[in-house]
């Protein structure tokens, strides 16, 4: 059957009533692709699941199918959040194809070029302040409560309800079973908590199992690993640079039930995992989203991952989302030629063709 977005495809495991509207751009079913060179390279079964193919290029489409879908069933007319770019880019267009209004605040000059571009085009009022996003989030929280603007970070429980779908998929793409190890990048920690909780609604219905869940923080941005609230995060993974996660504490059980761990990765290993995913298997993810490859080699090398073992790995984000990491981190530069065919033959045959 045609696939018709979560909402449909997903009502019997979700919030959804006669009265939820069928909101949908189509998100969900995205590939889940096995890796041959890097599974062969540390010696596990690794896969990816492609999260950026969703209908505005991250998972996001996930959670914020619910939650305005919800909104609109309760009778709001306006939706709110805080963003380092991905949950704004999804809340915009969200609300534009349900007809209602968005608003976005965002860390000035933080976030990614494609996110920014995305919200432009999808009509969303946007509001860049002088801060980063722990202070974007309290600011929009409290405006939330004294105002009947819908809050839809995920603090609002439609977003894990939608996001946890994406568990259900691997199973069903792992041909009913769960991986032996989840790898997942956390920023906010809303979709770890929510893949946990797919993951273990999954397996009471499905007896699918449970992965062990390992989540990935930025070194620059890890609060939970290092159990104290950043003031100042860094990293070049804009995506995740949060220092004061929301749902800390149900990531934290999510790692200890699932007997994982949450880990740190630096901004190094998460470029050189970025590179090498494009480079060797043709995946391009944005770099907050190759943290989960970067802890996986972090983690295939302590021992932490067993050779062997079934892994899947979350890419949160299309590459395209930030072309000028990407400009930035690669060594390859366009050659300058005149246009003329015995210079580039010269060149490709002194150059390429050796
Ligand atoms: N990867 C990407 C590409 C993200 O955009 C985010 C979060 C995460 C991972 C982390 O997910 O917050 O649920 O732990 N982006 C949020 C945003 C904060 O505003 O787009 P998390």
Redo the contacts with the bound molecule.
């Keep these: 059957m045609r696939w018709q977005g979560l909402i449909q495809q997903y009502r019997e495991y979700l919030p959804v009533t006669n009265e939820t509207p069928r909101l949908s751009l189509n998100e969900g079913n995205t590939p889940l692709l096995p890796l041959h060179t890097l599974s062969e390279q540390l010696g596990i079964e690794m896969y990816v699941k492609i999260e950026g193919a969703n209908p505005t290029g991250?998972?996001?489409d996930r959670g914020m199918v619910m939650a305005v879908a919800k909104a609109v069933e309760e009778g709001s007319k306006t939706v709110i959040?805080?963003?380092?770019?991905?949950?704004?880019a999804a809340a915009a267009a969200y609300a534009a194809r349900a007809g209602i209004r968005c608003i976005i605040v965002i860390p000035e000059g933080k976030i990614a070029m494609g996110k920014l571009a995305q919200a432009v085009m999808y009509g969303a009022e946007i509001i860049s302040i002088e801060g980063n996003?722990d202070q974007a989030l309290k600011i929009v929280r409290a405006l939330s409560e004294s105002s009947p603007i819908t809050l839809v970070n995920?603090v609002n429980p439609y977003r894990i309800e939608g996001q946890k779908t994406a568990a259900f998929e691997i199973c069903v793409q792992l041909g009913g079973t769960a991986p032996d190890v989840l790898a997942i990048?956390?920023?906010?920690?809303?979709?770890?908590t929510?893949y946990w909780k797919g993951f273990k609604e999954y397996n009471e219905r499905h007896k699918t199992g449970l992965p062990e869940m390992h989540g990935f923080e930025a070194e620059g941005s890890a609060a939970i690993v290092r159990n104290q609230i950043i003031e100042n995060p860094e990293t070049v993974a804009t995506?995740?640079r949060?220092g004061n996660?929301a749902?800390w504490i149900s990531a934290v059980k999510a790692a200890e039930e699932s007997n994982g761990k949450i880990d740190e990765v630096s901004d190094s290993e998460i470029l050189e995992a970025y590179k090498l995913l494009a480079r060797n298997e043709g995946v391009f993810a944005?770099p907050?989203?190759c943290?989960s490859i970067a802890g996986i080699i972090k983690q295939v090398k302590s021992g932490e991952i067993k050779k062997g073992s079934k892994v899947v790995a979350v890419l949160?984000?299309n590459g395209l989302?930030d072309p000028n990491i990407a400009i930035e981190a690669s060594s390859i530069k366009p050659v300058l030629l005149p246009c003329d065919e015995k210079v580039i033959y010269e060149h490709i045959r002194g150059a390429v063709l050796h």
């Design positions: 991250s998972f996001k959040c805080a963003s380092t770019g991905n949950t704004s996003f995920s990048p956390v920023g906010n920690a809303g979709n770890i929510a995506a995740i949060i996660p749902s944005e907050g989203s943290a949160t984000g989302k």
